[in-house]
């Protein structure tokens, strides 16, 4: 079966969306126990105080449950620039087009809502070669690189797209 035809999506954030978007960051064993943390604080912030928060999501779910997700917003000062905070796909998932679709319809709401450029960062790290890969399948090229970023021999990696 196409498990993408079994998706439903939503926007909307939900309460049990904290403990279960930290839940799906986790089972990825790539994210550590900090950025973890801040995924689920970012949805805290969107259902404290909504849209105004700057955090836009969008969920994935197979059978009720949360299997990928993005948080994005626009960059403030900027015009018609996007970051792109956070994309996972829970792994059981992998390799079957979700994240796949979780970021083209990413990139059509902000489409959507004017948006012409969308940025993401990673990791230098071995462990984010899968994650620098998707982004250079998905048309995303890397701009920017900041050595020793993150620690030593670890370097930032600026990815973008121009919608």
Not at 1 to 20: A, C, P
Request: a negative charge.
């Amino acid at each position: 079966m196409d498990i993408i035809t079994t998706l439903t999506w939503r926007q909307k954030v939900r309460s049990h969306d904290v403990e279960g978007i930290r839940e799906l960051t986790a089972k990825t064993q790539v994210f550590s126990e900090e950025e973890i943390g801040v995924a689920g604080e970012l949805i805290e912030c969107n259902l404290q105080k909504g849209d105004v928060s700057g955090y836009h999501f969008l969920f994935a779910e197979y059978d009720n449950h949360t299997i990928g997700y993005s948080c994005f917003g626009p960059i403030p000062f900027t015009h018609k620039r996007f970051d792109l905070y956070w994309i996972a796909v829970d792994p059981h998932f992998q390799h079957q087009g979700v994240g796949k679709n979780v970021l083209s319809r990413t990139e059509q709401y902000i489409r959507d809502v004017g948006g012409l450029h969308i940025y993401t960062e990673t990791s230098s790290r071995v462990e984010y070669v899968k994650t620098r890969d998707f982004y250079h399948r998905n048309g995303y090229r890397q701009m920017a690189e900041f050595s020793n970023f993150y620690r030593d021999g670890d370097d930032k990696l600026v990815y973008c797209k121009y919608l």
